[in-house]
């Protein structure tokens, strides 16, 4: 119970007592999914209620932002920063961690929120897709916090630092009842593809743009994976 009152403590702003230590989750960050699940399911339940498409697409994304703190959305445009900057790789580090808001910022955290918006508002069930695109988006996070080298000291290094290769194989494993869903499994498994996708690519980019991944990375990962899946079964 520790390891998953700190890895919600983490991942949400759900009032869970006294913060626990974050080595508990940092031991098993290939939880991560079981999050996804949790904040899926607490999102879900009161877009159930909303008959109208549009409505309840706006709510889910305005809900999934709310319960997660805005905290991977912040990391989201910290990249967006990064990733628009140009210069060599110290000037877009720069750029990725200091604290003003640039025009990357806005610019990715706009594409990425109307991708996720539009995603859901077209897909076949808008509560499937909640969940699978959540719990995809965090397995996003345990692929870069195993796989992704850190370029300094930062919470990516210290949960990195106990992060093992195999996790990301566990936390796909726990991936799996995603096709428990009423939902095609061609669109599940092109949601996993997506998922293992996304994570890849971000890694690739990250290595040559900044020498590494830091913690903004990884939570943009959650927000860009979360929101293509979403799309990607809309479209499938």
């Known amino acids: 119970m520790k390891t998953l009152r700190s890895l919600l403590q983490f991942t949400t702003t759900l009032p869970l007592g006294k913060p626990q230590d974050l080595e508990h989750f940092a031991r098993h960050s290939y939880l991560y999914p079981i999050a996804g699940y949790i904040i899926g399911a607490l999102v879900a339940l009161p877009v159930f209620f909303i008959t109208n498409t549009t409505i309840a697409a706006a709510v889910a994304v305005a809900l999934l932002i709310l319960v997660t703190g805005a905290h991977h959305f912040d990391g989201l445009m910290d ?27 806005v610019a990715l955290a706009l594409i990425i929120t109307l991708l996720l918006f539009a995603g859901l508002q077209e897909s076949a069930s808008l509560i499937s897709a909640i969940i699978i695109g959540e719990v995809c988006g965090k397995f996003s996070m345990a692929f870069l916090t195993a796989y992704g080298t ?34 095609d499994p061609i669109k599940i498994f092109g949601a996993f593809l997506l998922m293992i996708i996304c994570p890849a690519l971000l890694l690739a980019v990250s290595r040559r743009l900044f020498g590494g991944v830091n913690g903004d990375v990884v939570g943009a990962s959650n927000e860009i994976t979360r929101a293509l899946v979403v799309v990607g079964i809309a479209l499938i």
Do not use: W
């Open 79 to 105: 990249f967006g920063d990064g990733l628009m900057a140009h210069g060599d790789k110290e000037k877009r580090i720069r750029a990725l961690t200091d604290r003003n808001v640039g025009a990357g910022a």
């Open 150 to 183: 850190p370029f300094h000291e930062g919470m990516q290094s210290y949960l990195h630092g106990y992060s093992q290769p195999y996790f990301p194989a566990i936390s796909f494993l726990l991936c799996l009842p995603l096709l428990l869903l009423p939902v």
